[in-house]
């Protein structure tokens, strides 16, 4: 006859399972932190200090500046000029206008010259024209941010400079913001020539110095 299973059989069957589970899950919590430690260990990179101090040191090294006076990018050419002071002089954005004043070549590469006193007239005309210097690549990749003032933002000054053919000197200087508004720069690189930027700079409300010593901005300068 087969054996019936009472009630108290079913009832330790249930507490022993239960038990079990109990003793799985302890075992599993008890576990994980040796798990942890053992990982952590087993990681020595991830704790590795010298790696964090490696990697601020290369990010504070500067970045190398091409020795190249005007190359072409992907949406724009970019002039640098060398003084014999050190750092260089940059001209982010540089079109027809910019280069026939600098006397270089709209399509090919150029290279700084390895006299000083050349390369430094070469800097005096690219001060003429509004570039800024930096003493270093990495300087010079850092963005400047804006201000707000009153609510508003306010950027940086950007300054545009015409030298028409008879003397003297066309200055506009306006807040970024309000340039992009007014379309300022994408007017000013429609010129062609010197004299369409100096009267454009006229047409947007620019200042004319009969001579450039009278100009704070140009005052100065050799070329």
Known sequence: MPRLIDESDQTTSW??????????????????????????????????????????????????????????????????????????????????????????????????????????????RMRALGASWFENETEAERTTPFKVVNGKRVGKTEVWFGWPEHGGVWVLEVEEFEGARRGIGGRLRNAQTMDERCNCIKMLGGTFFGNKEDCPLTKGLTF
Do not use: W
């Open 15 to 124: 507490k022993r399972s239960t038990l079990v589970i109990l003793l799985i899950i302890t075992a599993i919590l008890l576990a994980y932190p040796s798990f942890r430690d053992y990982t952590s260990q087993s990681l020595p990179v991830l704790q590795d200090s010298n790696m964090e101090t490696d990697f601020k040191e290369s990010d504070s090294t500067p970045l190398p500046t091409p020795r190249i006076r005007a190359g072409f990018g992907l949406r724009m050419t970019t002039i640098r000029g060398f003084p014999s002071k050190g750092g260089f002089y940059l001209l982010e954005v540089a079109g027809p206008v910019e280069m026939d004043f600098l006397g270089l070549d709209h399509f090919q590469e150029a290279l700084p010259s390895i006299n000083p006193t050349e390369e430094d007239a070469f800097c005096q």
